[in-house]
């Protein structure tokens, strides 16, 4: 099972992606004049902004939190210790090159899933809205066939497919660090997500909100520290990176083609940057302008990959814990031989500074890190069921939804790390291939709503978005 699942993640993630991942996002670079960099200080204003008292529902912020809880997780732990070990040192900057360039992707597909949003007939206070990848294919492209299997796809990957993936890699932390068995682990484990889904996406909102901030600083802050305990180290480090993404130094000159793909692999993996996974929660934010919120998950990008992505892999690397096989499979460095790519890395990285501390820490970080993103996947799995049921008549079909996400859940923690990493792949492949190209055919609406919120800030106001003003068919939200 596990050599099958391995072929076809394999299959889904040939260059093609890979290229296209990276081809869309300096496409929105250019189409939107790099909204991501010049409007860096406007998303951090953003962020302070609270719901619109017109339209309700969570704020930007916790809509950021929520995306950020999806993106931030076993991806930014395992995951770039992963693609160091398959594609050097230089797929870190592979990895922060992606993240750049994402940002322009999520700002896209996030201010789609705000155009495109609809009002949620059954929600409360907090949960008004439902939006995201199928939404914005029905209403924008106006294919409900496509959107219709477009929902299915996010249905299957974040019920059945993902969620396996962090709760492994909690058991694994746990067990790694604590002794605690992987069938206690998956029984607490269950019990608390169920609490959590059961009450709502206000609750999980709020969990998101006050986990995620706090654990990113933390853990970049334990960056900051080893990078000051091995200051002589940094120039070497930071040229190995560059002579490693370039094929120019003499070990990993070999596999530059692999630290691409890793790289760019791994960073999809971890920010979810196209794949349309914070679409939904995007569409959840009240906001005055659909570009806001596109803004605010274009920072989440910047978060996840350039900056806590990039921690992770400067900590391997300063202190030389990792090895880096060759597509052959032969070691082409062998630092710590006989241990796998995994978050023992990171783990061993931490410890040579802090000790039996550093290891708490790494495990700790990544249990909050993975759960916080389960939390996250049961949000889109529901939203995407929606989708067929808008008006959520249909109470046993969330039931079954629940059961399954949980059952899901319970099995990543006991299955094998490979497998639960091949079925995670397959997932972000599928989005990724269908989400990737439906943003670049709705170019048009997401340029106009930019101009239109560029012309309104010129003009020193706080931009509000009328559709008559930009015709932007479909977004009928908005009138």
């Keep these: 099972m596990e050599q099958l699942i391995g072929t076809i993640a394999g299959y889904l993630w040939s260059d093609a992606l890979v290229y296209l991942a990276l081809g869309v996002g300096l496409y929105f670079t250019v189409a939107t004049k790099g909204v991501q960099l010049r409007y860096l200080g406007e998303m951090l204003r953003l962020l302070?902004?609270?719901p619109s008292h017109e339209t309700g529902g969570i704020s930007p912020f916790q809509a950021?939190?929520?995306?950020?809880?999806?993106?931030?997780?076993?991806g930014n732990i395992v995951g770039v210790a992963t693609a160091i070990a398959a594609g050097g040192p230089g797929a870190v900057l592979w990895m922060v090159a992606m993240g750049v360039l994402g940002g322009a992707s999520a700002f896209a597909e996030s201010t789609l899933a705000q155009l495109y949003k609809t009002k949620d007939a059954a929600g409360d206070d907090?949960?008004?809205?439902?939006?995201g990848i199928p939404y914005y294919i029905e209403i924008g492209l106006g294919q409900k066939w496509l959107a219709c299997i477009a929902a299915a796809v996010v249905l299957v990957c974040y019920s059945?497919?993902?969620p396996s993936v962090q709760s492994n890699t909690i058991a694994a932390a746990l067990g790694d660090t604590a002794g605690i068995s992987t069938l206690m682990t998956a029984v607490v484990l269950t019990v608390l997500t169920a609490w959590l889904i059961f009450g709502g996406v206000g609750r999980i909102a709020k969990a998101a909100d006050k986990i995620v901030p706090i654990m990113s600083v933390i853990y970049v802050g334990m960056t900051f520290a080893l990078l000051f305990l091995n200051a002589p180290q940094i120039p070497a480090t930071v040229a190995l990176i560059v002579k490693s993404a370039f094929g120019m130094d003499a070990v990993f000159g070999g596999i530059v083609g692999q630290a691409v793909s890793w790289g760019v692999r791994r960073a999809v993996f971890s920010s979810a940057a196209g794949a349309g996974e914070a679409t939904f929660s995007s569409a959840a934010a009240g906001v005055s302008h659909p570009v806001k919120q596109g803004l605010v998950q274009a920072f989440s990008i910047y978060v996840d990959t350039v900056i806590v992505c990039t921690a992770t892999g400067v900590m391997i690397?300063?202190?030389?814990?990792?090895?880096?096989?060759?597509?052959?499979?032969?070691?082409l460095v062998e630092y710590i031989p006989g241990v796998a790519a995994s978050g023992v890395w990171v783990q061993?990285?931490?410890?040579?500074?802090?000790?039996?501390?550093?290891?708490?820490?790494?495990?700790?970080?990544?249990?909050?890190?993975?759960f916080t993103s389960i939390l996250a996947y049961y949000y889109v799995a529901e939203t995407a069921l929606s989708y067929f049921d808008q008006k959520r008549q249909h109470k046993f079909w969330y039931l079954l939804l629940k059961a399954v996400f949980l059952a899901t859940v319970f099995l990543g923690a006991v299955q094998s790390a490979a497998l639960?990493?091949?079925?995670?792949?397959?997932?972000?492949g599928l989005m990724s291939y269908i989400n990737l190209v439906v943003i670049v055919l709705l170019t048009k609406p997401v340029v106009r709503a930019l101009m239109d919120y560029d012309a309104q800030r010129k003009t020193g106001a706080d931009p509000v978005f009328r559709q008559q003003h930009t015709q932007i068919k479909g977004a009928d939200f908005w009138q």
């Design 48 to 50: 302070r902004e609270k």
């Design 64 to 74: 950021f939190c929520m995306a950020l809880s999806g993106r931030i997780g076993t």
């Design 126 to 131: 907090k949960q008004r809205f439902r939006g």
């Design 160 to 162: 059945f497919l993902i």
């Design 317 to 331: 690397l300063i202190t030389g814990n990792y090895n880096v096989a060759a597509a052959d499979g032969a070691m």
């Design 348 to 370: 061993m990285a931490v410890s040579t500074a802090f000790s039996q501390f550093g290891s708490w820490f790494v495990a700790v970080s990544a249990v909050l890190f993975a």
């Design 420 to 428: 639960a990493w091949g079925l995670g792949d397959i997932a972000f």
